[in-house]
T-cell receptor, first 114, second 109 residues
């Protein structure tokens, strides 16, 4: 299994500002993902964080709004830029140990934008 | 398109048995996952099925029929702490997880 920590666990931010969320894994993992989950909704994949190269974004998500870094196999950051109230959500870091492996989730970051 | 269907909400009684169904249509199949998510918390892994049949793990069992595009999660001897959302997810041919909207399970005394 993999143990994942996220910082911050929650934040309240003003419209127009940016927040960077950190994800740390206790072991090297091949695949890291960033998800968003809005209240009462299921998980929506934002992007796959690729080590040493640009992230792969899903339809509806762009790098300018959600820049992602992954400098090594245990760490990644997601920035939510120029925030609006519509960005209020839980942001989850997730890792998978292999192509067919189990997927683990971090505890999430609860973001509220005023 | 890809689609995962599961009931939005179910109610059951403490001590009873409940079955949560999931049907799917995806481009390729590399396994089906069930996750449990308590309100305000991250999903936690429950089960993984890649072959047809029943996988039992304590009070929880998961069944898969690939020909029917169908799975269910069976919870026995329900406890109040089992009140949560249960998410069905299918891994497609690109090894991407396609998520259902989740089934909110309410346990009553």
């Amino acid at each position: 299994s993999a143990v994942i920590s996220q910082k911050p666990s929650r934040d309240i931010c003003q419209r127009g500002t940016s927040l960077t969320i950190q994800c740390q894994v206790d072991s090297q993992v091949t695949m890291m993902f960033w998800y968003r989950q809005q209240p009462g909704q299921s998980l929506t994949l934002i992007a796959t964080a690729n080590q040493g190269s640009e992230a792969t974004y899903e339809s509806g998500f762009v790098i300018d709004k959600f820049p992602i870094s992954r400098p090594n196999l245990t760490f990644s950051t997601l920035t939510v830029s120029n925030m609006s109230p519509e960005d209020s959500s839980i942001y989850l870091c997730s890792v998978r140990t292999g192509d067919g492996g189990e997927q683990f989730f971090g505890p999430g970051t609860r973001l509220t934008v005023l | 398109g890809q689609n995962i269907d599961q009931p939005t909400e179910m109610t059951a009684t403490e001590g009873a048995i409940v079955q949560i169904n999931c049907t799917y249509q995806t481009s390729g199949f590399n396994g089906l996952f069930w996750y449990q998510q308590h309100a305000g918390e991250a999903p936690t892994f429950l089960s993984y099925n890649v072959l047809d049949g029943l996988e039992e793990k304590g009070r929880f069992s998961s069944f898969l029929s690939r020909s029917k595009g169908y799975s269910y999660l069976l919870l026995k001897e329900l406890q109040m702490k089992d009140s949560a959302s249960y998410l069905c997810a299918v891994m497609d041919s690109n090894y991407q997880l396609i998520w259902g909207a989740g089934t909110k399970l309410i346990i009553k005394p």
